[in-house]
């Protein structure tokens, strides 16, 4: 993928001091650098070739299906376990431990001995182990609303209603898709050098595609056993559902514990918004680009419904901010000089901060030959980042210390509300946990995930030094500063790589966290259901695998 340079970008690099926050993290939308139209750009370009070459399922929905991913160099398959789960036993909750659908990505093509292997553990999850065979892990339930209401229209030799479809978005919802070294499966080292999976989770997007697949066919099975002669699904209903999923807090320490592959993400996206500002003029066919995108971003925002009483107002606040948008652009906005910075100064001005991240998502649309090859950058070796520099002086970490985290040295962490919180992980299940600090007993078990209170003890204990005393030697009389240390290293040269707010604040709500990764994910929708986990869809409105690699890689994502 080429990338064509546009004038100076750099100046029009957004301060990430600004990006960084936590409101403004929290209010991002998906781009073309998600990491599911990465994937699907890759799909349609390489003419991937998809087939469903085993389908073992009964009349009470339980048993076996494989899903191949035929590319240019491998294949890929998911491998996929249909049960019969009572509905007392469905839960999105990490602690479940029966499912409606469990699947694995298996690399290549599984033999009969490794589905039988499969067989007898992926329907177990956390209490099963899969191999290095495997690239992913992952398991589903069904939406008790759709599912049902999808089936019996089918079996009735009609189509499910089209409201009752965009309501939901989704027959199945995944609870978790593992990959990375979880629970035997490959590490992501044996297998990043491998092009279609560079980009970050590029497994874990073409496990989501396929369970898609298997959604809809489980849910035309279902109604064929109920009438042989039951209707399929009109392909352009089966476009419009993707995948749910459901996200809680295990997912937000992410941010936090990968500083550099963090600052790659954000880098690529804020260059990609960059290249398109610095445009001086914007030419008739890319005018009328964002107008299609606007057009569809306004249909899909008022198909975004939630009851959460954060987050209902902003929905209708981002409705308004799209009218405003549209009428501003209707007067001229685009003609004349630097069209696009012109754009986002105004958004900048005139939106709330959903408006101004979602109209700088939609400002990238139009320009693919600036933006695609960005999703080359993505990626991090972030073992080369992990050594700490000994050599330098004290007084030079202190000054990039204070430069970095200079909203800290402003926090009073002896006010109970600015360190009410505190990260540790459960003993049940190894996950990610935020308890109230003053409230339980976990304090003791704490996980070193507030570096902005570190930061700034960090910059107080280096104050007591000598300014041309070694690192190495400072750490050696206080070596419990070494993770704050490095940290502010990797900052110095990764801008994008720390968040500039306090994490284990009162006030602080995991929601942003996870909103921004998901977009990166390419979610949209989110449907919080507490300040701690949301729904999301994925791929909704995306094409099918049958209909590939004919159909529009990119036109989808805005229409979800």
């Known amino acids: 993928m080429s990338i064509e340079t546009a004038p100076e970008p750099e100046a029009f690099l957004r301060n990430p001091a600004e990006v960084m926050r936590l409101s403004s993290m929290g209010a991002f939308h998906q781009t073309r650098l998600s990491f599911m139209r990465i994937l699907m750009r890759r799909l349609a370009c390489e003419n991937w070739r998809f087939d469903r070459p085993l389908w073992e399922v009964d009349a009470n929905g339980e048993g076996r299906a494989l899903y191949r991913a035929r ?10 376990f249909a049960h019969d789960l009572p509905d007392d036993q469905r ?26 292997r499969l067989a007898g553990n992926v329907p177990y999850q956390e209490a099963g182990r899969v191999s290095e065979r495997e690239l992913t892990l992952s398991r589903a339930n069904r939406s008790m609303r759709l599912f049902p209401h999808v089936v ?19 027959l ?20 990043a050098d491998r092009p279609e999976l560079s980009a970050p989770f590029q497994a874990e997007m073409l496990s989501v595609y396929l369970i898609r697949a298997f959604t809809i066919d489980i849910a035309e099975h279902m109604a064929r056993v109920k009438n042989p002669d039951a209707a399929r699904l009109d392909p352009a209903l089966k476009r419009r559902l993707g995948v749910g999923n459901s996200t809680g807090l295990g997912m937000a320490p992410f941010l936090i514990k990968h500083p550099v592959l963090i600052d790659h993400w954000m880098r690529a996206r804020e260059e990609g918004l960059a290249r398109v500002r610095a445009l001086p003029e914007a030419k008739q066919r890319e005018k009328e680009a964002f107008g299609e995108t606007l057009e569809q971003a306004k249909g899909q925002v008022a198909r975004w419904g939630t009851r959460h009483p954060l987050y209902a107002p ?53 320009y693919g030959h600036l933006i695609d090859g960005l999703a080359d950058c993505m990626a991090a070796d972030e073992d080369r980042h992990g050594r700490l520099d000994g050599r330098m002086r004290c007084g030079d970490l202190k000054a990039l210390a204070e430069r970095i985290y200079g909203f800290a040295l402003e926090t009073d962490f002896e006010e109970r509300a600015e360190r009410a919180r505190c990260w540790y992980v459960s003993e049940e299940k190894l996950e990610p946990r935020l308890g109230e600090r003053f409230e339980e007993p976990i304090e003791d078990y704490e996980q070193p995930l507030a570096p902005a209170r570190d930061a700034r003890a960090l910059v107080h204990a280096l104050a007591e030094r000598d300014a041309d005393e070694t690192v190495a030697a400072f750490l050696m009389a206080a070596p419990e500063h070494r993770g704050a240390a490095l940290r502010a290293q990797i900052a110095a040269k990764f801008p994008f790589a720390e968040i500039r707010d ?59």
């Not at 449907?527 to 995306?542: H, L």
Request: with cysteine; net charge negative.
């Open 71 to 80: 590319g240019p160099e491998r294949t890929y398959t998911l491998v996929a």
């Open 91 to 116: 839960s999105d909750r990490v602690i479940a431990e029966a499912w409606d659908a469990t699947f694995a990505l298996f690399d290549g093509e599984p033999t009969a001995a490794d589905v039988d």
């Open 152 to 170: 019996d229209r089918l079996a009735a030799g009609e189509q499910p209603d089209t409201e009752e479809v965009e309501a939901v978005g989704y």
């Open 172 to 191: 199945m919802r995944t609870t978790a898709v593992y990959g990375s070294g979880k629970f035997g499966a490959v590490d992501r080292e044996f297998v």
């Open 314 to 366: 902003r929905i209708v606040a981002l409705r308004d901010d799209l009218a405003k948008l549209e009428t501003h652009v209707a007067a001229g906005a685009l003609h004349g000089a630097d069209p696009w910075d012109r754009l986002y100064r105004w958004a900048a001005d005139a939106l709330s901060d959903d408006g101004r991240e979602m109209t700088a998502s939609m400002m990238m649309e139009p």
């Open 502 to 560: 306090n994490t284990i604040s009162a006030e602080m709500l995991p929601i942003d966290l996870l909103r921004c990764k998901l977009s990166f994910f390419g979610a949209t929708k989110f449907d919080p259901r507490s300040d701690r986990w949301v729904r999301i869809t994925m791929f909704q409105g995306a094409p099918l695998p049958d209909e590939m690699p004919a159909a529009d890689a990119d036109g989808w994502a805005w229409a979800g």
